[in-house]
């Protein structure tokens, strides 16, 4: 469903707000993750801490050494501290190895403080029969450093998609906007240019006849289709009053202005036929709904591409609706084009600039709370399209 232009604005602050809400569920999944990993880290740590236990009993110096400096190498950094919390000895920190002594201690202190900020708190260990106390200070295993990563990654991620959607988004923006405005002035010109090419046509056989009843009729005619184009396009945007009408004469009218500029004989020849009862009521605005079927009755005319044909108006009602169809024999679309049709800018036309439709829809549904979409269309066995209107 076409979202209404004024919800727009508020459907993008919903994806942002829902962009930023799944960011923060996923840090708080990773920091759940992230406390029981280091909890399992933990357990393991206490496992290992007890075999080191065990070979401070048995006075194998060789054995401690070996063991302590292979201990949780591979799973985590470890630092071994003695009772006053100056380090010992330590695992798994390559960089420290590289550093003079009093360098390395210093940067193993930087270590414990960090490790003990992240909420890492030490291990003890004691040896009453020895007197010996030790404190081992561990820090994250590389798979829960990579895992604290994930939320900043995904922020990333999340961030250029929304940056690209936007930026998408305003560009398609602006490209429709530019689409109606460029095709608003060209139905301007052309609603305006028919009666006015009309007149000067008129004028100049008023000049030879200028007490002909029948010239200063259309003359007339002509004028009040310049005000209708007026009133037309003054209602645009505006909130139009509907009251309720019958619709053949509104749609019999659109008829009568399209036969009057088709050709009448001939292989390019088309018929419109109205098939309404006349019985039929809608709550509609005449103006407005009168320009709907111009232009629903227009592109089925051109859909015949001067080799002729019909075009039909039939309607009627149904519960608490009214439906009117307009169906022609043209050259059709295909089913994957039905929805982009009502598109600002959308044509098939060599020479149109695609509002027509998007106008139609536009007021049928914003102006009369109404549907207008394809019912069926293929390629060379013409369309289908239905107006429903609340009865």
Known sequence: MRLPYRLVGSFKGLLFVLAVAIVLAVMVYTERMVSELRESSRRYLTLKVERFRMLIMQDDDAALNEYLSEMAAKDFPLIVADSSGAPTSWSGLPDLDRLPEEAALIRARDYQREWLFRGNEPV???VPEYGLTYYFYYGDSPQIRRLRMMPWIEMAVVGGLILIGYLGFQNIRRSEERSVWVGMARETAHQLGTPLTSLLGWVELLKERPDDPAVQEEILRDLGRLGTVADRFNRI????PLSLEPLGPIVDEAAGYIRRRLPQS???SVQIDIRLPEQLTARVNPILFGWVMENLLKNGVEAMRGRGGRVEVRGGSRGRKVALEVVDDGCGIHRREWRNVFRPGYTTKERGWGLGLSLARRIIEDAHRGRI??????????TQIRVQLPA
């Open 237 to 240: 945007g505006s909130r139009a």
């Open 266 to 268: 001939g292989e390019g």
């Open 373 to 382: 979409f394809v019912v069926n269309s293929s390629p060379e066995r013409g």
């Open 124 to 126: 003890l260990i004691e």
